[in-house]
């Protein structure tokens, strides 16, 4: 992976930049504790956001590594990188993972992917002795039948959901490992757990996309085509939490700024909606009349998906800004500007 400059060079904030893809406006400068910051999979979705959250800060220099330079999955090349880069803080966001289609016919891959590069970052970090890592890990580590809102202490209580199964245990296996080395070697290693994420920038290619951004492609397309119905996968049934991808930017950089602690921290709004009524909300605001098909033969996956966001509060006064709905006009303003 290439660094942002192309060279092994830190990045310095852009002076003149004002607002990123992601919707995150520039605020005044302030200092931030760590000023040696890698970001792995910073060049993705959600990297993209973090890495532009922290250019606000006056001190701070990223990394950025490219996966064509660096592949985690490969101890070496973690090392190297480590090594090349130097931090004093990681930001681990780099991650093998789509939607419930893609997670089927990619087991093992997810399994093994996301277990390596994990295992990898943690071991480097230790031995860098690198002062803090960030490690987010995934919703889907929650039981299928995990009580609504979902607490961070019903974690390992119930195997995860079967068509997420082996992306969700690879992380969820993350998070005792932080747990042992900090028991062990000290290391400062927190544990976010994001919700379902969406906004400008994200993934609309239909076989590797989550629901927001499928769900907008097709509408947009059937409106563009003159088509009357679309097809969505499962019963409609199935409920989910989303948030705004900046506001998970945020959230991350709030606690890899103040929170400390090794329990983990369930990252989200609170609020949840059904898949049906998200896929009648999105048809609205792209103009979308014709028909929702819902192809029940297809899984729902989670049956809900709702997290207790208390912990995020009440440890680093996390709350998250955007409502779903100013979240889905402009990321399908973006889309139909951008496709």
């Not at 409502?323 to 303003?333: A, M, N, P």
Request: hydrophobic share 35%.
């Amino acid at each position: 992976m290439k660094p942002e400059t192309h060279t092994h060079e830190w990045t310095q904030i852009d002076q003149g930049e004002a607002r990123c893809l992601c919707g995150i406006s520039r605020m005044a400068a302030s200092v931030f504790p760590y000023n040696r910051i890698l970001i792995t999979g910073g060049a993705g979705f959600l990297g993209r956001c973090v890495d532009q959250r922290l250019r606000q800060f006056e001190n701070v220099a990223r990394f950025i590594p490219r996966s064509a330079e660096y592949d985690l999955t490969e101890k070496r090349d973690a090392s190297r990188l480590l090594d090349d880069a130097r931090p004093n803080l990681v930001i681990h966001l780099a991650a093998n993972c789509g939607g419930i289609g893609y997670n089927q016919k990619n087991p093992g891959a997810l399994f093994y992917d996301n277990a390596m590069m994990g295992l990898n970052v943690v071991e480097q970090c230790r031995l860098a002795h690198v002062r803090k890592l960030v490690l987010v890990g995934t919703v889907c580590s929650y039981g299928r039948d995990a009580k609504v809102p979902f607490t961070e202490d019903s974690l390992f209580t119930e195997l995860p959901e079967p068509t997420n199964r082996a992306y969700a245990i690879a992380k969820l296996s993350l998070l005792y490992m932080l747990h042992a080395y900090r028991q062990q070697y000290g290391l400062n290693g927190i544990y976010l757990i994001p919700i379902n994420l969406f906004g400008v920038g994200d993934r609309f290619d239909l076989e590797t996309s989550h629901v927001i951004p499928a769900l907008i492609r097709k509408c947009v397309e059937a409106k563009r085509e003159g088509k009357d119905f679309i097809e969505v996968w499962g019963s409609g049934s199935a409920s989910r939490e989303f948030l705004y991808i900046s506001d998970c930017a945020d959230a991350i950089v709030r606690a890899a700024e103040l929170y400390n602690d090794g329990d983990p921290v369930n990252i989200g709004t609170g609020q949840e909606i059904t898949i049906r009524d998200l896929a009648t909300k999105i048809a609205e605001l792209t103009g979308f009349d014709g028909e929702i098909r819902w192809q029940r033969d297809k899984p729902d996956g989670q049956p809900r998906r709702c997290l207790d966001t208390s912990r995020a509060r009440e440890r680093f006064g996390f709350e998250a800004k955007t409502s779903l709905e100013d979240g889905l006009r402009r990321t399908i303003e973006w889309y139909e500007q951008n496709n």
